[in-house]
């Protein structure tokens, strides 16, 4: 019972972010970099705020245990932090550009793929072992992501560019347990902010001035950065890399459905095959978890009827 906390953190995760393009969309004649710029400073600001008026015992409890921690592993720690922090920035920037500059379609595509790379990674990284289901579901995958790839090279090598820094991220993180996640985050965007600051004069466009720049940015500040990322992260403490990387197909199949149903863009029968396909192979990743519980409940009737 414990556990199904952390399945619903990651999928509320995902859900969420399924609904990105919405507050990107109308804002896609900025400059990517700009949209990059500004989310990270507004994240930054709003995330401080929030650790230092209602979190300051939780922050002196972090750095006591911190301070406690052997060498070795505060060097971990801190190395983990900042390389999150940076393959964070990367696949933000992306997949900015993705969704405004490519095709929502694209942007999609990215987190299909991201399960599998994900999987692969924890298992070859971290050692985390599948069963056959599992491995059954992957192979499906993989099927799935290369029938939608025909014809679309660019959506392909784009999407992998975003799949794969986010499926970098998860595994980094899943290492990364020790510190309070919150607060992780906030030292990851503070430390994207500092690097991304000097920059900010010479690259950055005109200050936007039209109200919908700055509440389509509080939407994706608040709703597709804080909250998503914090719960994603927050799952990585009960559940492996690899069920997180699946649960992630959540996102592409509501991303998909937006690009068809609300900002028209068109669709191939084979597209539509392989996202039935990808549907498959999530029932079939989360097998035990979907019908362990029923299977269980029948056992134990059955053992007290035999009683």
Not at 103 to 118: E, H, M, Q, R, W
């Amino acid at each position: 019972m414990k556990k199904y906390k952390y399945y619903l953190a990651a999928f509320c995760a995902f859900f969420i972010w399924g609904f990105f393009s919405l507050a990107l969309k109308p804002i896609s004649s900025y400059p990517s970099l700009d949209i990059l710029f500004y989310r990270v400073f507004f994240s930054v600001l709003t995330m401080t705020a929030i650790n230092l008026v209602f979190r300051r015992k939780s922050i002196r409890k972090n750095w006591n245990d911190f301070t406690e921690m052997p060498s070795k592993r505060k060097r971990n720690i801190i190395v983990l932090t900042l390389v999150g922090a940076m393959i964070l920035a990367s696949n933000w920037f992306i997949f900015i550009y993705v969704v405004n500059h490519v095709s929502v379609k694209a942007g999609s595509l990215a987190y299909l793929i991201c399960p599998i790379l994900t999987t692969v990674f924890a298992f070859f990284l971290l050692h985390e072992k599948l069963s056959k289901w599992q491995w059954l579901a992957v192979s499906i995958s993989v099927i799935s992501c290369t029938l939608l790839s025909i014809n679309h090279f660019q959506d392909i090598f784009y999407s992998l560019a975003v799949a794969a820094t986010y499926a970098l991220y998860l595994v980094s993180q899943r290492k990364n347990s020790e510190i309070d996640k919150f607060l992780v985050l906030n030292i990851q965007l503070l430390f994207v902010a500092l690097l991304i600051l000097p920059f900010y004069p010479r690259y950055s466009g005109v200050i936007p001035t039209e109200p919908l720049f700055y509440t389509c940015l509080l939407c994706i500040v608040v709703f597709f950065t804080i909250i998503p990322l914090f719960l994603n992260l927050y799952a990585l403490k009960g559940i492996n890399s690899s069920t997180v990387g699946i649960l992630m197909y959540i996102n592409p199949i509501i991303n998909f459905c937006l690009a068809i149903f609300y900002f028209k863009e068109q669709v191939t029968l084979l597209q539509m095959v392989s996202y039935s396909l990808i549907l498959v192979s999530i029932i079939v990743f989360n097998k035990k978890i979907i019908f362990g519980k029923k299977h269980k409940s029948q056992t134990i009737v059955e053992d007290s009827k035999s009683k």
